[in-house]
Every structure is written in C-alpha cells, then in structure tokens.
C-alpha cells in the first residue's frame, strides 16, 4: 500500500525518470513510508507505501522476479494468504512462508496468467509488467475497493492509483469528459470505466487489463455464481453462517502494525464492525493492534447524536471512544479548504466533517480507518422478495410487505403485484435468453426506456450534444439472477457505489491512512447473493440478517436500536445561515453557464426555493455546485 503509477512506452522510446517521478509527487501523501522506482529503458513503474501489514514491512516495490522478467507494483492486501501459500508452494510457485502480499501477486500470475486475480481475495489494484510477452497486466479488486485509472495510446500506457498522476505527464489533455459530467449532473452513474477526462479511463471493479503495442482489452474477470446458492432450514442458520464470514472480514482488516479506528455511528454496519473488532481484540490480546472508534457529538443538535446507540458498545468491550464535535464542522465550512479533488468534483455535504475526523485520528496515530459504509450495499436496501417469501410460504409476511412497498412510494396494491410479483416471475419462467425470437413476437413495439432526467437548469443543448442515454451500456446482470437476486446484483455492482468506495479511500489517502470496510469483502458478497433476499433484509425489517447474526456481539440494547440517524439538521442549520454566501457565489456568473452546461437563473429559483422551504439533505442542486466549484478551482475547460 498505497499508491502505484507506471509508464510502458510500446515505441520503445525511453521513459523519462523526471516524468515518472513527477507522477509519484504529486500524490507523495500516499508514500510516507518511501517511494521506490523501476525505470529502465521503455518500462517505468513506482511504489508508494505505506505499512500497514506486518509482510508489508518486508515488501520491496517494485517487485522484480528472480529472472527479472515480471515486474510489479501493488497497492494491495491480499486475505486468503494461508490458502494461497498452501497452493502456490504445491505447484512449485512460491518457496517461503513468510511470502509479502507482492510476492503472492507475483505468484499467482505465474501460475495462472491473466486467471491469477480470480485467486485472489482482500482489497487491490496491481500492475505487472511481462517483459516476455512485452505486455502490462493489471487488475483491480471485486468490490472497488482500491482505484486504478489509465490513458492507452498505440505508442504509449499510463496508469496510476489516481487520475492526477496521469495528467501529470507532459501532454496528457485536461479537457473535460462531457458525457461523464452530464451524468454527474444528472444523478447518473454513467459507465463504469469513464472519468471526467477525455482519454483517460478507470479500470472497472472485478476487471483486469492487458496493453501492448497491439491494443488494450478489459475484461470481468471474476463474478458472482448465479448457480451457488445456500438453503437452510432455519434461519438462525444464515445468521451463524454470515456472522463467521463477517468475523473473518473484519479479523482480516485489523491485520495491522499500526492502531486501528473505526468511524462508528449507531447504525447496523458500523455498529456491527466496532462490535465484532472488539470481541476479536478482548478475547485474543496482544494479537490485534489498538483499536479506537470516532463518533460524532452533537451537543446542541441533540436529535442528530447516535451516541446512545454506539457508546455502549464501546464500553462493553472497553475500547476508546473519541468525540468528533460535529456542530464545529459544518457542512461548506471554510470553503474551498474541503472543496472537491483535482480527480473529479465527488465530495459529499458533510466533507468538512468527514476531513475533521480523519484529521484527528491521524493526529491519534491511527494508520487504518474502518468504515461501514458497503453494508447498505449488502445487507439493505429498498429490496422485496416477493418470489422467495411466496416459495417460503410466508403469505402473511409478503402481503405486509407488498402493502408497505406501495404506501412508501405511493403506488397502488395491484401496481404493486405486478411489480414486485408477476414480473420477476415472468423473468424466472421465461429468461431473457430463451426463445429471444417468440418473445420479440409476442412484444413487438417493447423497447427498453433509454431516457435521463436532468435538472430544469441543465442546457437542452448540452444534453443533446452529449446524447448521454445513447452512450451509456447497460451493466450486464446474468439470466440466471431474477426477482430480488437481480436486484441485490445491481445494487452491488452499481458504478455510483463504485465512485463513492474511491472517493472514500482517496480522501483518507490525504491523510496517511489505509481505508477499509469489512463489508467490502468477496467472500460476504457471494454468501448474501447466495441466500435468499428475504432472510437478508425487509422493508419492514431492515437488515434482519445482521440485527441477528449480530445478537451475543453487539450489547442487546443497542443491537435493539441500531439505525442510521443522518445529521440533515445540521445541514439545514447551515444552508439558513452559514453557507448562503458561498453557495450565491458559486452560483453567481458560473463557468458552467459560460461553457453552456446550465442556465444560471433556473439554478437560481431552484436554490432559493430550496432554501424557503428549509433546505433538503440531498439537494438536486449539489452536483452541480461541486462542479462549479471544481471548474474554478482547477481552472478546467
């Protein structure tokens, strides 16, 4: 860990050492640990680190391989290294049992190729050099946990942990990505491999690269297997069964050198977390390294505090409790100190707050912050098993939840029946990929809806020039997924989630500290695709499956409590007086209208009824006032 960057010249001219180091610099925050270099005629690749691990201290990166063929740079904590050793030592790949992360990377891909990350669990994003089939091979990690952006050329690749490393090098343009911005504005996640910069791409989550002098082609190379699935016959046994993966994800991410925090509310995820992390650290001392958990106070807006909830969990296992005063760090709160990355214009209303906390458990020497902040992904969501309750037989829970389905969102029963019954039911007797012919038939005039909403202050012009429903593809969930399984699929794979996950770990890069969520982890990921959707959560159950796997772990009154208490008070307290300032200014004479983006005096109307009618957590407008607020900043076209 945790940052890597790399140039492949396919013309053979050399690399330049000053450009590759340039590169390294300008996110040096990721390297306190040093930053190493490999640069040898038309390969050039750099290691940042940061120790976490206690194999990392050993790590030297880049990695070269005894014959000095493979090359290899990682950002990488690698899980299941017992059974990796196991294997690899079998097959005559690997020779120690004291292997670091890299040299199990280096390992796998000589046994297996471009195969290789499909062995490997735990959270990364690597690059590989094979001077002897004159290729670079990269992969990324399933669960976006770890970034890796890239600009291919026929002459040339770059790559690198984030995307202002890339445009680090002389000539790489900064022109902005149009239809990626539309999509920003409009709430859309866009595809998975686009930035805001003309030519430079992400490698998608669970997807692995390979460029030569010939192209570059991506490709999936692990996904979830729609033919797994787990029956129990009680549900108590789902519970113990997600409970010893999570126990295992969570052990895995406080393998560490350094103290371990936790930023921990009173909902189910982080609750969850901090509870497992302190029975793990109070029943095996001295084999976990310190651990800490950051909780935000609230003195005046007392309606907003979860310290009810979390606190007792931290007294119940007796570890450290440190109170973020929340009400100091309003949302905008010395703007642009915790204005929007050079990366891309992501930043979240409460990112004053966010930077506050990472700022003073670096301070506290923490090396690991945890979050929960995959467990919506997971174990949430606004999801109905209509089909899983029917085949259980439970009619009376199914028709409480089709009723409670239609009342939140204002549908009519029958509307609802068919929606969350007679579709998904179609879908599982009659797959997509059967008898295409007969059903184009029988739905002649049916075609998928293709349209995007935008804001009314959004440019027509602009929406038509970047023709955003036209360029985007559709994620591609297997036939064999339908109902809720569909659902849970998309949710997880979504590439919105996937953009949060690298704000997420790029934010607390800043600050010198390994990001990581146990809700993250692969092997949870394939257990709850596995299950049926009905024993994971319910709308009028929420999160069923971890409240009781969690039962025994969390303090009972607590476990009984848990749930999400969003701070929106404080956000409204802010945009009636704090922040109106700098919100009319951003919105005042923008560049987006100067560029043709948006019409400035619809923006206007907007912002102002928003602010007559006290403010809304999840404003339509912030989109577009974090792009401003990038375009200035940056002094982007």
């Known amino acids: 860990m945790s940052g890597i960057c790399g140039i492949i010249q396919f013309n053979q ?29 038309a390969v050039g690749l750099a290691h940042l680190a940061l120790h976490i691990t206690p194999e990392s201290v050993q790590e030297q990166q880049p990695l070269r391989s005894p ?9 990488a904590r690698i899980d299941n290294r017992s059974e990796l050793i196991a294997v690899l030592s079998a097959k005559g790949h690997l020779a120690t049992p004291n292997a670091t992360d890299a040299d199990l990377i280096l390992a796998a891909y000589r046994c297996w190729g471009h195969d290789c ?3 490997l669990i735990g959270d990364f994003a690597f690059a590989l050099w094979d001077a002897n089939r004159q290729q670079l091979f990269a992969a990324r990690d399933p669960m976006a946990t770890r970034a890796l952006y890239y600009r291919y050329t026929p002459h040339q690749l770059l790559f690198g942990t984030e995307v202002k490393q890339l445009l680090a090098v002389p000539g790489v343009p900064t022109r902005i990505f149009e239809p990626m911005l539309g999509a920003w504005l409009a709430f859309h996640p866009g595809n998975a491999d686009w930035t805001f910069y003309e030519g430079i791409k992400q490698l998608p989550a669970r997807h692995a690269l390979v460029a030569d002098a010939q192209g570059c082609r991506v490709w999936p190379y692990w996904d979830i297997d729609p033919n797994h699935r787990i029956r129990h016959r009680h549900a108590a046994d789902y519970a113990e069964e997600f409970r010893e993966i999570f126990q295992e994800a969570v052990a895995c991410r406080l393998r560490s050198i350094k103290p371990v925090g936790l930023f921990m509310s009173g909902g189910v995820d982080s609750g969850s977390v901090g509870a497992m992390a302190g029975k ?20 005046t807006l007392t309606q907003c505090d979860e310290r009810h909830i ?17 009400e100091t760090a309003w949302p905008l709160k010395d703007f642009p100190d915790h204005g929007p990355d050079r990366d891309d214009p992501w930043m979240g209303c409460y990112q004053a707050l966010h930077d506050l906390t990472l700022a003073t458990a670096k301070a506290e020497g923490m090396g690991v912050m945890m979050t929960g902040s995959h467990g919506d992904l997971l174990v949430g969501g606004d999801i109905v098993d209509g089909l899983g309750m029917l085949a259980a037989g439970d009619l009376s829970g199914l028709w409480a939840e089709l009723k409670a389905y239609g009342q939140w969102h204002g549908l009519p029963l029958a509307q609802v029946v068919r929606q969350q019954l007679v579709r998904p039911g179609l879908r599982a007797l009659w797959p997509a990929h059967r008898a295409v012919w007969l059903r184009n038939q029988l739905q ?63 934010n607390f890069a800043r600050f010198n500290l390994c990001c990581t969520d146990p809700w993250s982890d692969r092997r949870l990921a394939s257990f709850i695709m596995a299950i049926p959707q009905h024993r994971v959560t319910r709308l009028l159950a929420s999160k069923c499956l971890a409240r009781q796997a969690m039962a025994g772990v969390v303090p009972e009154p607590s476990r009984q409590q848990m749930g999400k208490i969003y701070p929106s008070d404080l956000w409204q307290q802010a945009l009636s007086h704090s922040v109106q300032d700098t919100i009319t200014d951003l ?31 999840h404003p339509s407008f912030w989109p577009t006032l974090m792009t401003e607020a990038w375009l200035r900043q940056y002094s982007l076209t």
């Open 117 to 119: 990350a499909a062995h």
């Open 13 to 41: 001219q050399p690399v330049d050492p000053t450009v590759l180091q340039a590169m390294a610099e300008t996110v040096a925050h990721r390297g306190p640990d040093g930053i190493n270099y490999i640069c040898q005629e």
């Open 444 to 506: 002649p005039s049916r075609s998928p809806s293709r349209t995007v909403a935008f804001a009314d202050w959004v440019n027509p012009t602009f929406i038509d020039r970047i023709d955003l429903a036209n360029r985007c593809v559709s994620s591609q969930v297997p036939s064999a997924f339908t109902g809720a399984r569909r659902r849970r699929y998309q949710v997880l794979f979504d590439p919105v989630y996937a953009r949060l996950g690298t704000w997420h770990e790029r």
């Open 67 to 75: 014959d000095d063929s493979l090359w290899l740079t990682a950002d």
């Open 587 to 617: 919105i005042t004479t923008p560049r987006l209208a100067d560029q043709g983006y948006i019409n400035p005096s619809q923006l206007q109307e907007h912002f102002d009824s928003t602010v007559a009618q006290g403010g809304d957590e």
């Open 280 to 299: 793990l650290v109070q029943e095996n001392p001295g084999q976990y390294p310190a651990f800490r958990a950051y909780s935000y106070a609230f003195e």
């Open 310 to 326: 979390s606190d007792p969990i931290a007294k119940h296992y007796g570890f450290p409790v440190t109170d973020i005063p929340a």
